[in-house]
């Protein structure tokens, strides 16, 4: 990892470019701190394959990923069938 001066990274972007596209990752420093990361590209990423607006959306921070799933949630039935078809049926009956 490497950092340097956003006056640095202006005067030799190309060089800073390129060191990001081989592997590293550049921090873009001002006096405040950390303005910005140069980061190697994703490999996993394929522009025209379906996913790929999904993951552009990730990159940008759109949106997050869902955590891991741990397992199906167990259904939780609102009423019984009975009841149900009961409701329907006194439903019909008021029309």
Do not use: C, N
Request: without cysteine.
């Amino acid at each position: 990892m490497r950092a340097v001066a956003l006056k640095e990274l202006e005067e030799r972007v190309g060089e800073y470019v390129r060191l990001a596209q081989e592997g590293e990752t550049v921090l873009v420093m001002d006096r405040d701190g950390v303005l910005a990361e140069l980061v190697p590209p994703r490999q996993s990423v394929v522009p025209f394959a379906p996913q790929a607006p999904l993951a552009d959306a990730i990159q940008k921070g759109w949106i997050q990923p869902a955590a891991a799933a741990q397992g199906v949630p167990p259904r939780i039935p609102v009423t019984s069938l009975h009841k149900l078809l009961q409701d329907l049926q006194q439903d019909r009956r008021d029309d």
